[in-house]
């Protein structure tokens, strides 16, 4: 064995497998199996959704930065003490074995894949700003109560959504919110108390009076129907 190289198996390419790939491949007989054939930043998802772009640079092809390795790009599905058996039924004997699998998400296979699901996900207007391809405001609010509603415990919303009714009071007391809400003029006022609060009621002027009563100094706004348009400098 003195002077051959040990063949290290990676199951994995996500952050852990594929730095360590990166790391080790020219001092290793080096095997990366990954289910698909990219490394994706993880954290980069959220930007790539709305501005399809930088996919293209969040999204790796593992052959872009693997040079000196061999990239099997099969799910893992079982191990012996010396090999490791795909699911394509190969069988990769190894000497050191990396087992770096992460968590369980499903994505498409290929580069070219993943960066076409992001173009489909938004609808992207000329100048570069982003809608649901819905084009309707409203999907935004139902995917939001959706979550909250999927994802249940400490982060429901729907124990406290309030809809058809006016918030006409704000006051702050103790650390504490305290909100005075009507359906209708003449009725009567219902009391909701809350740690916080988040007013996002626009250009509505109500919202700004609401803020005047919680102690803030309003700025009168001026309007600002344009779009901006910036330079990306890439580092
Ligand atoms: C949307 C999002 C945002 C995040 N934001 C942050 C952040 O801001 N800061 C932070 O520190 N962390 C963040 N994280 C967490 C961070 O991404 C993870 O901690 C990190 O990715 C874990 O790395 P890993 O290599 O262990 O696993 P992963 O990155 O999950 O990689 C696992 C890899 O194994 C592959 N795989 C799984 N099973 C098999 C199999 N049987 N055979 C072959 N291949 C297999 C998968 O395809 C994948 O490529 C975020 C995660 C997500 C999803």
Redesign the pocket.
Known sequence: MEGEKRRVVI????????LLAKSIQFNSNLTL????EY??I??A??RAMVDPSFGERSVINHRDYLSNGRIVA????DITETEDLTAEGRLIPYDYLII??????S?PKTRTEMLNQYQKEQNVEEDGRVFPVSNSSSTIIDCLMSEANRTGGAYSLSSVVQTGKIVRMASANGGKFLLGIRKQTTSPLEYLEAEYLLIASGNNSQGFSLASQLGHSIIDSVPSLFTFKTVRIHS
Not at 11 to 18: E, K, L, P, T
Not at 74 to 77: N, Q, V
Not at 100 to 105: C, F, L, N, P, T
């Open positions: 199951i994995g390419g996500g952050v852990a497998g594929s199996i990954d289910e698909k490394f994706e993880p954290w998802r959220w099969s799910s893992a599905i770096a699998i992460g968590h369980i998400d994505v």
